[in-house]
């Protein structure tokens, strides 16, 4: 490609339209005052879980290329979960997860949890600063608190600069800690949902015998190994291998899989089983090329991991500056996955128990995409205000499980329509 020398370097336009969104701008690094993000978000799902986020990040650079980032995040989640049974043609009756009371689900519908709520409040550190001449050091924390699950984490990073600063070789690593203490215990897997009165003498018991303890953990590893380059003043792209190790609970304490007979009519429920151990390995390549009236930012990512999960993610935006400080960028994602090897949307009478089961649509074979539009403008001195809308939509599919009976005359697969809107301002 010939290069152009009228034309602005790509990364200074990069570094510029990310300051740009962000609400600060290309010379922050010689400013101390502290630049503030702010967003809140809505979720919501038709006639299933609906999420509320309100993030609110502050970035603080010194003199000398020093940089604090401090992140708060509060999610509010309310609405109804998929429990993992099968529709019937018939009502069911379930026990809440805590043992405390029942739910009906009418012939025909999804069985979904309306207990499902929960709320979450996240902290996050992160202090970067040069080291040397071409060496970029990061440091950093995170702590998380839902009402019945904790997570605490550090990472670090190191980047090296070559070539000019045009090529950046980065490192990186991670731990984590989550503990879960869900309301109701540590369910046994594979053990029997107790399903009748709580008030009952004997229930109490007989719930206590399909538990195993009130609390349980999981820890995991994250490494990264990634690279950067400038090609021209065009164009940078960047690639990344990441590889992540999780042992301990990794069970969904909430989730239960329908067990049938040759019918396909539900004889029993079933909490559902998954290995205490998981390692994934994810590829991702990125380029974002500056077009004359705009910047294409696209990605592709590969996850491939011991369940037997493959996932592709495709991701395209492309940023529309206006003279006068507005812009558009319209965003589409396609995402496809794989079913993990003991997904099944249920069990039957007929057939040995496995040692592990889900029927989780999360770890299923699915496809799902997302469009959507941010609009954003400036609100004077330095400071911007942009709305994102996005429709997400998802679809999972059969592994090839057939199916019973009853079972095909019901949505075992049932499609998930979702709207996003966020508001983010930026001063």
Same mark, same amino acid.
Request: aromatic fraction near 16%; glycine fraction near 4%.
């Given at each position: 490609m010939q290069l152009n020398?009228?034309?602005p370097n790509l990364k200074a336009l990069l570094t510029t339209a990310s300051c740009a969104l962000l609400g600060g701008n290309a010379?922050? %690094?010689?400013e101390e005052s502290w630049q503030f993000d702010t967003a809140i978000m809505q979720y919501a799902e038709v006639d299933r879980?609906?999420?509320?986020? %309100?993030?609110i990040a502050g970035q603080k650079t010194f003199n000398n290329d020093q940089v604090l980032s401090l992140k708060l995040t509060l999610d509010a989640l309310t609405g109804a979960s998929p429990n993992g049974a099968v529709a019937q043609s018939s009502p069911q009756t379930f026990t809440r997860p805590s043992g405390n009371g029942q739910y009906i689900v009418d012939a025909g519908e999804t069985p979904l949890d309306d207990t499902f709520k929960d709320t979450r409040v996240q902290l996050t550190g992160q202090w970067t600063q040069p080291l040397g001449q071409n060496y970029t050091v990061s440091a950093g924390g995170n702590f998380s608190k839902e009402y019945d699950y904790l997570s605490v984490s550090m990472n670090g990073n190191v980047a090296r600069d070559f070539n000019n600063n045009n090529t950046t070789l980065s490192m990186g690593m991670a731990y984590a800690f989550d503990s879960i203490e869900p309301e109701g215990g540590i369910p046994k897997p594979l053990s029997s949902m107790v399903i009748g009165d709580s008030d009952v003498d004997g229930f109490d018991d007989d719930f206590n015998n399909t538990r195993i303890d009130s609390d349980d953990s999981k820890s995991t590893l994250d490494l990264l190994f990634g690279v950067t380059q400038v090609i021209n003043r065009q164009m940078l792209v960047q690639f990344n291998y990441s590889y992540s190790t999780v042992s301990g609970y990794l069970t969904d304490p909430f989730k239960i899989l329908s067990l049938v007979n040759e019918n396909g009519e539900a004889q029993d429920y079933l909490y559902e089983s998954r290995p205490d151990e998981r390692t994934k390995h994810a590829?991702?390549?990125q380029t974002?090329?500056?077009?004359?009236n705009g910047?294409?930012?696209a990605s592709y990512r590969f996850m491939t991991d011991d369940w037997e999960i493959d996932s592709h993610t495709f991701d395209f935006r492309y940023l529309i500056p206006f003279d006068n400080g507005h812009f558009i960028e319209p965003h589409i994602r396609v995402y496809t996955q794989s079913a993990a090897e003991f997904y099944q949307p249920f069990l039957a009478q007929t057939s040995a128990l496995p040692e592990y089961a889900s029927a989780d649509y999360r770890i299923g074979e699915l496809d799902t995409y997302t469009i959507g539009i941010k609009y954003g403008m400036p609100m004077g001195k330095g400071n911007r205000l942009a709305f994102r809308f996005e429709y997400y939509h998802q679809a999972p599919k059969s592994n090839g499980t057939e199916e019973l009976g009853v079972l095909k005359d019901v949505e075992l697969y049932e499609q998930v329509d979702a709207i996003i809107a966020q508001v983010t301002y930026s001063f």
């Open positions: 020398s009228k034309k010379n922050a %690094a010689v879980v609906m999420a509320t986020e %309100a993030i590829f991702f390549g974002k090329y500056h077009f004359d910047i294409l930012d």
